[in-house]
């Protein structure tokens, strides 16, 4: 069923479209794509059906900025946040006003739907009206803090992100460096680090996505194993979820900017999927290496013995995939 992507895309702004609409549009029969519907809310009600149109539901509770700072009072003198309905991307729009002169606050956007959100390598990540957590935050480094390797931020926001995660229940969600979350093989979310330099100051921001509860025959069908929260057992409150990330990656960050990574990496090579496990790295010139994960070095990079010998890799160098059997 290739076409049950487009068709959340096509219902992507929740209006009503009519199904024979639908069915010419997706090269499909009314029959099959009704079918496909009824599978699709086998768990849940994820596309209602009412008047011979088709509609996506809400499948969790609005996201709210004062039910978020319900959770999180003590962050409301340093933080100001944003929610939008839609947006191309929460990063891209920080990333144009960052870094701001004289920011006294740092800035929380939240999207409820991204159409141009962005992952590793500018792959496009999938955001659905009340399925997924989309969000960035941004921060304006001043001269004391611009000469520290920031490159490590996107390994620290994941452990942030695991540590809120963990409090609410959630189970067998780990790393994968650089900055994928996991709930055992499967992709659950990611992070997007990006900075911008102007004279002496950085702006910072840091983008996270997390698949709250999406249907599963829409998980099947995309270019790689994903699960959601909805998976790990855990509770699906997005303003709670948002409220605990906030205070994890505020406390972590704020560590990370003042101490470096160095204090991190025990804590990163627990959580990392793929330690200690053998594993091809795939590197820009196409050239695949074969080596034990070794942890991570005290820039962010992954180290890797090859046949004896450590070798470090950068953030955005490689693609990993666990060798069969490790």
């Known amino acids: 069923m ?16 009519s199904i024979d609409s639908l069915s010419m549009s997706l090269g499909v029969d009314r029959n099959t794509l009704l079918m496909g519907v009824e ?18 539901c809400r499948v969790t509770e609005p996201i709210d900025s004062e039910k978020i700072w319900a959770h999180s009072v003590d962050l409301k003198s340093d933080y100001v946040i944003d929610v939008v309905d839609e947006t191309g991307s929460t990063n891209q729009d920080l990333m144009a006003c960052a870094p701001t002169i004289n920011a006294s606050k740092k800035r929380v956007l ?23 957590i989309t969000f ?12 520290l390797n920031i490159s490590p931020l996107s390994l620290v926001a994941g452990l942030a992100v695991i540590h ?39 702006g910072v921001v840091i983008g996270i996505g997390l698949n709250v509860h999406l249907p599963q025959l829409l998980m099947d069908v995309l270019d790689q194993p994903v699960a959601d929260l909805q998976s790990s057992g855990m509770s ?8 605990k990330i906030l205070i994890k990656v505020d406390g972590m960050v704020s560590s990370f900017l003042a101490h470096g990574f160095s204090r991190f990496r025990g804590e ?5 999927r793929f330690q200690d496990c053998l594993i091809h790295l795939r590197v820009p010139d196409n050239e695949l290496i074969s080596g034990k994960v070794a942890g991570v070095g005290d820039s962010g990079e992954l180290i890797l013995d090859v046949a004896g010998t450590k070798r470090a890799f950068l ?12």
């Not at 599978?39 to 996506?56: G, M, P, Q, R």
């Not at 490689?318 to 069969?324: D, K, N």
Request: proline share 2%; net charge neutral; hydrophobic share 35%.
């Open 39 to 56: 599978k699709i809310n086998a768990d849940h009600t994820f596309i209602s059906c009412v008047e011979n149109c088709l509609t996506l």
């Open 110 to 132: 939240i999207a409820e739907k991204q159409n141009a959100g962005r992952g590793t390598k500018g792959r496009s990540w999938i955001s659905i009206p009340g399925g997924s």
């Open 2 to 17: 290739e076409w049950i992507g487009s068709l959340f895309s096509r219902l992507s702004d929740g209006c009503p479209v």
């Open 236 to 243: 699906l409150d997005r303003n709670l979820i948002i409220a």
């Open 268 to 272: 990163y090579d627990a959580v990392h």
């Open 136 to 147: 960035s935050i941004a921060y304006t480094l001043d001269r004391e803090t611009t000469s």
């Open 164 to 202: 809120a995660l963990k409090e609410l229940g959630s189970r067998n969600i780990t790393l994968k460096w650089p900055n994928d979350l996991m709930y055992r093989d499967s992709k659950i979310g990611g992070i997007l680090v990006e900075a911008n330099r102007k004279s002496d100051r950085v």
């Open 315 to 326: 953030s955005g160098e490689v693609q990993i995939q666990r060798i069969e059997g490790s």
